[in-house]
């Protein structure tokens, strides 16, 4: 293990449970797409996910972990997430999966430069294909632009999914303390301005589908 | 085109919505597993499903039929299959990967005979890895071996899916008259005989894992 302790692992367990759930969610929820069209799509932006958590797999058995227990920790806090969070239609699964997708791309982002050498380079490659990203987004403006009113609704959900995330990842932090402690110390990282960091994207974001955050 | 007219695309779409379908009931049933292990061991035989959807896919898109068009007419039917037999526990859940697919894969392997090149070649290579049939029988023992009681609970699940995927074939095929006719003409393949055929290795399935049927 090249990083502190057990920090990596439990950096990567948290990271593989997070895509082997958006897996699971994904793919459950493509039954609500309008169409066959939407539908593949989803399923695959799901399959995507599985695949980078097999590499997430791969790498804590490497370190001699078993993916299971660096992933046990997680479980819980996940699923109250996606359990608080089931969308109702396509406008919301889509919105969930572009908001959901982005902020953990950037936590990643942000926490892979506390990493050295493979583990960063990993972590830093299980980032999602942008396309995806920009077929959530067409989806978005689509509904949008069709009733004006969901700019409202999806901008209040948008914002569910946020609050619903930041409090399971107060309640991680607080009970996984290398793993807290290895991403603030991550270049001096200063947890209010990296929240200030990843609210700044995240409100970019919501103003480019043409949501209010 | 190879073979006759419509009937392949169609033979083609319906694998793939098969497929497609197989791959989002699983990761959504993956919920149901007893730990984490089987949690991904489940995952992981819901993904090998869209990486078989793909090839479909593939394939329908080289021979000029997009695969949403292809895969339209079997929405309905397959979907009314996973709604009528929704599992509701971990036993159920096995059970139904177990007799689901290999179900799927006797019927492709016979029909596949009514192919020719390339389609032959891709419709028998999308059969199902057998490790994952093997993951599903084991579980099924251990329930079994865990309480009784159980093999009768699962042998009337098992009938249950039968029965409803039988009807739901029912449909297509009276709908379907291409495909019906590609099937029939298989070697001359006689329905009651198939019927007879996939009966029988169904019973003998049934049997290796301690169920009737």
Known sequence: MSTAGTAV???LGLVAFGELLAFERMAADARLAPDLRRRVELDQMAAAEIDNYRRLADRLAALGVPPEEAMAP???PLQAYHDSTEPRD???VVTKAYVGDA????FIREIGHALDGPDRALVLDVLHDSRYAEFAAAEIRLAVADDPR?????????????GEALSQAGRVAAERAPLTALITQAERID???LFARLTAAHTARMAAVGLNN
Chains 1, 2 share one sequence.
Do not use: N, Q
């Not at 969901?150 to 569910?160: C, D, E, K, Q």
């Open 191 to 193: 947890v209010p301005e």
């Open 74 to 76: 997680y479980v819980r």
């Open 90 to 92: 396509w406008a919301e």
């Open 103 to 106: 902020i953990t791309d950037d």
């Open 150 to 162: 969901v700019a409202g609704r999806l901008s209040m959900w948008a914002r569910r999914l946020v």
């Open 9 to 11: 692992p439990d950096l």
